[in-house]
């Protein structure tokens, strides 16, 4: 994908806070639907009929007796749904114990267990069809999941996906009963991935190859294979989050994900104000930026930069590629967040902290950022030769409010529907390729 190439870019970096947080992981690894496929075409081929992908598609994390009607019913079998049942349950037992692990899953299972991370199997299948699917080949390795739920067997999962039950079912066997947004979900089909969101859990997806794009659209992330996941992209809750949370938690209130989707990028009294009036938190503006100051002068030493980054700051540097810094923070707050990145960021000529800036009146998603940073360089770029790169959401209206092109990086929590705007998304910067907007190729 080639973008508008430019004369002149200019870059503004986001980096962003980090520290682990635990998560509850749990999902499908073994590959078994093309043996679903042959099952399946096997048997509708009796009656002259194909098991087409569409069809795969509408039926793909179904319990069996969902499954069984729906293909009665498109294929118009002349059959019952314990015929069906009983006939195709009859290759199971040949084709389950060809079942492959999908590429990678060995490796994320053992890593999650080896770093102490609690893990569950969420299936839609039968114990029969579990107990085929492992036996003699996987059992050591999902031995590793101490929690599972076998939907179409568990009682307690009245209804299949595209229904959430069988995930908050699953979320329920973890001892401490972790809430919805602390779970990530492994999900193959369309089915799963609505069953996760619909429980408002986290989900990566692992689509078919075939399947349309526009169909993945809910999922947090979507990868090609296992093997492309990077578990540091969701071990990570930002030092914002922490504060916030620390001072809601005194008055029995919670900071969450969609709260602060709505204050990132906003000035520090706008989103002071934002907190205390959704939360209802009985403080003035002025009461609340003390307290979070005092908070943040010890979390923000702790900033980590965005895998990537670095690499990026300097590859343009090396190329004398203008570069600047346009965040939101005051001089105070970046001065800490910098502590330890000094030698990197003494590599951006041009910096401009919005809250510390008389010239930006407002905050994002206003684009009053932009044009002051773009105002710093000595040839005064126009806003078509700008790129930005943002993580949130105001940010990214910001700079197209500005006219300028933004590549985002978002939070993995964020539904990918909302970030249209953006010229392009990523899952990470170290997936960024800079030749795609004109500028030198990274030569390593």
């Known amino acids: 994908m080639k973008f508008l190439l430019k004369k002149y870019i200019t870059t503004y970096i986001i980096f962003r806070k980090v520290k682990f947080v635990k998560k509850y992981v749990y999902g499908i690894f073994i590959d078994t639907e093309d043996l679903y496929t042959d099952l399946f075409q096997n048997y509708v081929s009796r009656y002259g009929k194909n098991y087409t992908f569409?069809?795969?598609?509408?039926?793909?994390?179904?319990?069996?007796?969902?499954?069984?009607?729906?293909?009665?019913?498109?294929?118009?079998?002349?059959?019952?749904?314990?015929?069906?049942?009983?006939?195709?349950?009859?290759?199971?037992?040949?084709?389950?114990?060809?079942?492959?692990?999908?590429?990678?899953?060995?490796?994320?299972?053992?890593?999650?267990?080896?770093?102490?991370i609690p893990i569950g199997l969420a299936t839609s299948s039968t114990k029969k069809s579990y107990d085929l699917k492992v036996q003699n080949r996987h059992e050591e390795l999902f031995a590793l999941f101490p929690y599972k739920t076998l939907g179409s067997s568990d009682p307690e999962v009245k209804k299949g996906k595209p229904h959430p039950d069988i995930f908050l079912v699953a979320a329920n066997r973890f001892p401490d009963k972790p809430k919805p947004e602390q779970c990530l979900v492994f999900e193959d089909s369309v089915n799963g991935v609505q069953a996760a969101r619909a429980a408002g859990m986290q989900v990566v997806m692992v689509p078919d190859p075939r399947v349309d794009k526009s169909l993945t659209m809910q999922a947090t992330q979507v990868i090609k294979s296992l093997e492309d996941f990077k578990p540091e992209l969701f071990d990570t809750e930002d030092l914002y989050t922490i504060g916030f949370q620390k001072v809601a938690s005194r008055f029995g209130k919670e900071f969450t994900f969609a709260l602060k989707t709505k204050i990132t990028g906003s000035h520090s009294r706008e989103f002071s104000a934002t907190i205390i009036n959704d939360l209802e938190l009985p403080m003035t503006i002025e009461e609340f930026m003390e307290e979070t100051r005092q908070i943040f002068n010890d979390l923000f030493p702790q900033?980590?930069?965005?895998?990537?980054?670095?690499?990026?700051?300097?590859?343009?540097?090396?190329?004398?590629?203008?570069?600047?810094?346009?965040?939101?923070?005051?001089?105070?707050?970046?001065?800490?967040?910098?502590?330890?990145?000094?030698?990197?960021?003494?590599?951006?000529?041009?910096?401009?902290?919005?809250t510390s800036d008389p010239e930006v009146k407002r905050g994002k998603p206003h684009p009053d950022i932009f044009f002051v940073a773009a105002s710093k360089y000595p040839d005064k770029p126009e806003p078509e030769k700008c790129l930005v790169f943002e993580d949130s959401l105001n940010g990214v209206r910001a700079a197209r409010a500005a006219g300028m092109q933004v590549v985002m990086v978002p939070d993995p929590r964020l539904d990918r529907s909302l970030t249209q705007e953006a010229t392009l998304v990523l899952n990470s910067m170290e997936e960024f390729k800079p030749e795609d907007f004109g500028l030198p190729p990274y030569t390593e």
Do not use: C
């Open 303 to 354: 900033s980590s930069i965005l895998p990537g980054v670095s690499k990026l700051i300097r590859h343009l540097h090396d190329h004398n590629i203008p570069i600047g810094l346009a965040t939101s923070s005051s001089k105070e707050s970046y001065d800490l967040k910098t502590r330890n990145h000094q030698q990197l960021f003494d590599l951006i000529p041009y910096k401009t902290w919005g």
């Open 54 to 116: 569409d069809l795969k598609l509408k039926l793909m994390g179904a319990q069996p007796q969902e499954t069984a009607k729906i293909i009665i019913a498109e294929l118009e079998l002349p059959v019952t749904v314990e015929e069906f049942l009983t006939e195709t349950g009859k290759g199971y037992e040949e084709l389950f114990t060809k079942s492959q692990l999908m590429p990678g899953a060995k490796r994320l299972i053992e890593h999650l267990h080896n770093k102490k």
